[in-house]
């Protein structure tokens, strides 16, 4: 669903990224951690086709992002750290305006229900985003992400900012997505976080993927001397 191979990205002597080799299954979530300036924010860009591969192949449902960006487009939604929104629009109106730009026409009581599932109670969503928290704004943001029904979901340190309990009702989100079958990339700071929600962990180290973790395998404590150890 989500395949690089060799992938690599240059910035003129220095590299970012180093033959990153990854496949990322449907229903399965990947964590990627990584001290800052790992390479964690350029695979999800080389993915979203927001930078090209120095080289490397990289696809999203066997589409190739280089060689037909907006075909692989359609197959991906994407949340980063602060989703941007309209402040004069409410939540139901946001996700009506982004939703049409991806092709979509929902009805009102379809992109109601699409806001209830991500979490955004009936009340707050016809308030205006001035009034919101940043939990509510990632709910919009899952929102779009649902509203684009897509295969692969790649997300950017989703959860920092918010406190815990948005932060669990995000995972919980996130493993009902992986249970119908969605594909989930996500850059994270969180270790706890990343072993609680994720079938599998990436460690970055400069560049490179250095090791890959099975969370089921180890405890909280145990992760994070590993994580200590590698980076
Ligand atoms: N446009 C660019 N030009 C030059 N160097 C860049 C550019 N974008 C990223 N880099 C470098 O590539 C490296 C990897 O950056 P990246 O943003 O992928 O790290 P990260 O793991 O996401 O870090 P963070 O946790 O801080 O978000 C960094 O050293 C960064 O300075």
């Known amino acids: 669903m989500l395949f690089a191979q060799n992938l690599t990205k240059k910035y003129g002597e220095y590299t970012a990224l180093n033959a990153l080799d990854l496949t990322v299954q449907q229903g399965e979530i990947f964590a990627l951690l990584g001290q800052n300036g790992a390479g964690k924010t350029t695979t999800i860009n080389l993915f979203l086709g927001f930078t090209?591969?120095?080289n490397g192949t990289v696809k999203i449902n066997g589409i190739s992002?280089?060689?037909?960006?907006l075909e692989a487009k359609k197959h991906v939604a994407y949340i980063?750290?602060?989703v941007m929104l309209y402040a004069n629009l409410s939540g139901l109106e946001n996700l009506q305006f982004f939703s049409s730009i991806a092709?979509?026409?929902y009805s009102e009581k379809e992109l109601q229900d699409l806001l209830l599932k991500a979490g955004l109670q009936e009340k707050a969503q016809t308030?205006?985003?001035g009034g919101y928290s940043k939990g509510m704004r990632q709910k919009v943001g899952i929102a779009i992400a649902l509203a684009k029904n897509a295969k692969a979901l790649l997300l950017d340190e989703p959860t920092s900012g918010l406190d815990p309990k948005a932060s669990n009702e995000f995972s919980e989100i996130l493993r009902e997505l992986a249970k119908n079958g969605t594909a989930i990339l996500m850059a994270t700071h969180?270790?706890?976080r990343a072993r609680e929600v994720a079938n599998r962990i990436g460690i970055m180290k400069e560049g490179n993927l250095v090791s890959i973790?099975?969370?089921?395998d180890v405890s909280a404590n145990e992760l994070e001397a590993l994580y200590l150890q590698t980076v």
Do not use: C, W
């Open 65 to 69: 992002v280089v060689e037909n960006l």
């Open 52 to 54: 090209e591969p120095t």
């Open 80 to 82: 980063p750290e602060t």
């Open 103 to 105: 092709g979509f026409q």
């Open 213 to 216: 973790i099975e969370p089921k």
């Open 190 to 192: 969180d270790i706890f």
């Open 127 to 129: 308030q205006h985003l």
